[in-house]
């Protein structure tokens, strides 16, 4: 795509509305020639200028073919898109660093459909499309947090490639991205057959592992072996645990202050994840906030962890 036609789209982006659903009509739908059909209109001028020159008939009949032909591609082009209606449905949760799939549902005027294709503006992944007529877009979800659908383009080249119909969208669609899980001590010792222990909290009888000490914890939590030899800080951590089927509990303080936000969300969501396996009851401690999550139903929590200190990308 060229420099200028790119700057010529991003500006038509800026001026179209977010909205849930739209219909394409003719002051949402914009038409430039193709490479070809620029191509082809320089031969209709060369041709007539021939024309011109040595008073040739057929010459001035090529000419004025070739430009109707160009004049009826706009027109076809058009009805491409003409009338068509699309509607974002709602798209089902990720974690990050997967792909979110976003859901249009689209309606045509007419009882036969036009050909056309749909995208991301930036360019990147294509259209999907399912046997229900519905379409997936998918889109990379690197971060936690709530993912807004970007804008996105839906053109047609037909039927003779000349002509390009395209309309810039931009559709009130999001999803929300789950933190990336991260494997944690805490919860290592869930795995297991149906009697298996499973993990509470920390600050039990059960050793656990090794973290970063921090002054708070004490000199009696320092590994002192581990020090001999790496010459690096190490606390003990120990842990209680529980039988299966008892309740597990989550908190926010169950890590060290000095750990960063992600990682102790990405931490927290693995053992939801874990809890759910389990079919345990948990309950779940975040700054100002406590959900009880019932029979390894943890959807609201995962949500409480996406949503934590994140405004709402609409």
């Known amino acids: 795509m060229s420099r200028w036609r790119k700057a010529l789209q991003q500006w038509i982006t800026r001026r179209a509305p977010r909205a849930p659903s739209v219909t394409l009509s003719q002051n949402r739908i914009y038409l430039l020639p193709t490479r070809f059909g620029l191509l082809l209109f320089g031969v209709a001028v060369l041709v007539w200028i021939g024309a011109l020159n040595y008073a040739v008939s057929l010459a001035y ?25 699309l509607r974002a449905e709602a798209a089902g949760a990720v974690f990050a660093g997967e792909r979110a799939d976003f859901v249009l549902h689209l309606v045509w005027p007419q009882a036969e459909a036009g050909r056309l294709r749909l995208g991301w503006q930036d360019g990147g992944e294509r259209e999907r499309w399912q046997d229900d007529g519905r379409v997936l877009l998918a889109l990379a979800a690197p971060r936690r947090g709530q993912l807004a659908m970007p804008p996105l383009q839906v053109w047609s080249e037909a039927p003779l490639g000349l002509i390009r119909a395209f309309a810039p969208l931009r559709l009130a669609a999001s999803v929300w991205v789950y933190p990336q899980p991260l494997p944690d001590a805490r919860a290592a010792m869930a795995a297991g057959g149906e009697d298996a222990p499973l993990l509470q909290r920390r600050d039990g009888d059960e050793f656990a592992g090794l973290a970063a000490w921090q002054p708070a ?6 590994a002192w072996r581990v020090y001999a030899r790496s010459q690096v800080l190490a606390a003990r951590e120990f ?76």
Request: charge should be neutral; hydrophobic fraction near 55%; glycine fraction near 6%.
């Open 217 to 222: 914890q004490g000199m009696h939590r320092i």
């Open 239 to 314: 842990v209680s645990l529980l039988p299966q089927g008892q309740q597990w509990q989550l908190d926010w303080s169950d890590y060290p202050p000095a750990m960063a936000v992600e990682e102790r969300l990405s931490r927290l969501c693995w053992r939801l994840l874990q809890a759910q396996q389990a079919g345990a009851t948990v309950v779940l401690n975040l700054p100002q906030q406590q959900l009880l999550l019932a029979d390894g139903a943890i959807t609201p929590g995962l949500l409480a962890l996406a949503q934590f200190g994140v405004r709402d990308a609409s």
């Open 61 to 85: 009949v090529l000419s004025f073919w070739i430009i109707a032909l160009l004049l009826l591609s706009v027109f076809m082009a058009y009805r491409q898109l003409a009338g068509l209606a």
